[in-house]
């Protein structure tokens, strides 16, 4: 079985995937900027400063996605 790659269901479907995938993307760096607040709120000695710098690179690279 082939697929006709210029069909419209193709079309459709990597367009709503496009969509899913902007949304987990959203949801995720919802997710990140929740998990960032709560570090910083609790990191008085700064020892979480590794794990907020991979939430600020990991919403970093989300936002570049979602452009």
């Known amino acids: 079985m082939s697929v006709d790659h210029h069909s419209?269901?193709?079309?459709?479907v990597r367009l709503e995937d496009?969509?899913?995938l902007r949304s987990a993307?959203?949801?995720?760096?919802?997710?990140?900027?929740?998990a960032l607040s709560r570090l910083e709120l609790n990191d008085l000695?700064?020892?979480?400063?590794p794990f907020?710098?991979?939430c600020l690179v990991a919403i970093?690279?989300?936002e570049?996605?979602?452009r």
Not at 45 to 49: L, P, Q
């Open 8 to 12: 419209d269901e193709v079309a459709t």
């Open 18 to 20: 496009t969509f899913t």
């Open 25 to 34: 993307a959203q949801e995720a760096r919802a997710a990140l900027y929740g």
């Open 45 to 49: 000695e700064g020892e979480e400063s």
């Open 52 to 54: 907020i710098d991979d």
């Open 60 to 62: 970093a690279m989300l």
């Open 64 to 66: 570049e996605a979602l």
